[in-house]
Every structure is written in C-alpha cells, then in structure tokens.
C-alpha cells in the first residue's frame, strides 16, 4: 500500500494540496491541530483518509503520524505553520520559540521521524515556503528567518535523499487569500494591488496545483528546485 501524507491539511493550503492529491496513491493521511476541519476535508474529499490530530511541535505528534502510515509513504507535503507579523522587539521569547518550532524545528523532526517509515522508490516531498523567506519585510524577522530555514532544509534535504530515489521541491505562496492571512488580510490586499504584478491575491488552488506538479507530473530530474506562486512579486523585488 502507498501513503500520501499531507501536515496542516486543515489550512487553507493544506486542504487545496489534498484535493489535488486525491486519488495518487491508496491512502492518505490528513495531519493538523483542529480535528473538526481535518474531518470536513477528508468528507469532502473520500477514499481511505485517515485523520491524525496531532502537534507535530511534540514528539506524541509526529509519532501519531508516523504511526498512521500504511504501507510506504508515496509522498508528503508539509503546509503547517504558524504567521507572526509583528516586529521582533514586541514578541516574547516564547512567541519566538513558537514560532520557530512551527514552522522549522517541528517539520524538521518530522521528516526525521518519517525517515524511519519505509518511502516508495520515487517518493516526493513538497514543502510549503513563503516569500517571506527570500525578502525582508518589516514585522517577518521571526517568521521570514523560520521560512528561510525551512527552504534551506529541504534543499539540503533535497541533496541528502537524492540516492534514496526521494525528490525535495519547495512551493513558496505569495500572498493567498486564505484565513492565514487573519486581521492583517485588509492591509495585504493593498500591498497586493500596489506591488504585484498580476495585482490581486493567489487562491489556495494557486498554490495545490504547484503542489501537484512538483509531486506527481515533475519530471524525475527536478529536485531542490523552488516555485514561487507570488503573482510576479519576486520577478521586480
């Protein structure tokens, strides 16, 4: 049997990349915080789903998903993460702790323990970045520099896995209309007309069809690879 593994498959992101995903592979595992939305998004999308609440933060979350593994893992996609969008002065060291263990250390952890569970030959890992990674925008210290290292993970994860027959590819959103974007969603919208060329927000679907491609319909030869889904924003940075 073959597992597609999708972590925050109960964000905006995260759902749209398992429904994309539906039906590659046998099983699939929703992983994420919220139960109640890991259970509409494996209503909405059928077949065998299993969902794992779990805080992949603590070493009980990710066992639980590892454990939920049947088979050999046929792909992951790591789409949790936490936003910060405050300046580093008013965050607090637990703010910052955070912040960090959501969006690095925890996926970090994660894949490791996932390295243990058998992976099907040509297995793909998609990891979701952020544009925050690659520029410096006021109040994203914390949560750009936590973005920039996970990018560096999984080209570094890219190199590493390459003999193993496992492809790392990173999918860095732009800004998505998603409720990620919380009470700061006014304000980037503005930011969106005056600064991105195609002048209006991405859609979750935006970013699950990179998601796909990089998983499913990349060619064999494309790993450590990064698509930005930004709307032109990086390409007059």
């Known amino acids: 049997m073959t597992t597609g593994v999708v972590i925050g498959a109960g964000g905006g992101i995260g759902s749209a990349a398992a429904r994309a995903l539906a039906g590659s592979c046998e099983a699939m595992v929703l992983a994420g915080r919220r139960r ?17 609440p779990a805080d992949i933060t603590t070493a009980d979350g990710r066992n639980a998903v590892a454990e939920a593994v049947s088979g050999e893992i046929a792909w992951l996609v790591l789409a949790s993460g936490l936003p910060v969008r405050r300046p580093l002065a008013t965050l607090s060291e637990a703010e910052i702790e955070l912040a960090f263990g959501a969006n690095l250390v925890g996926p970090a952890l994660l894949v490791r ?13 998609a990891v979701i970045g952020s544009i925050s990674a690659s520029r410096a925008l006021p ?17 570094s994860l890219a190199a590493e896995l390459a003999p193993a027959g496992i492809r790392v590819n990173v999918v860095a959103p732009g800004v998505i209309d998603t409720p990620f974007l919380g009470e700061a969603g006014a304000a980037l919208d503005e930011w969106v007309s005056a600064h991105v060329p195609l002048g209006h927000l991405g859609t979750p679907d935006d970013v699950a ?13 494309l790993t450590g690879a990064r698509i930005a889904v930004d709307g032109g924003a990086e390409a007059i940075a």
Do not use: C, F, M, Q
Not at 209 to 221: E, I, S
């Open 36 to 52: 109640e939305r890991l259970e509409s998004v494996a209503a909405a999308i059928g077949g065998e789903t299993l969902v794992v």
């Open 113 to 125: 323990r996932l390295l243990d569970v058998p992976w099907r030959e040509r297995a793909a890992i």
């Open 139 to 155: 109040n994203r210290a914390a949560y750009g520099a936590s973005k920039a290292g996970l990018e560096h993970l999984a080209r």
């Open 209 to 221: 069809n990179a998601v796909r491609y990089v998983v499913l319909d990349a060619p064999d030869y």
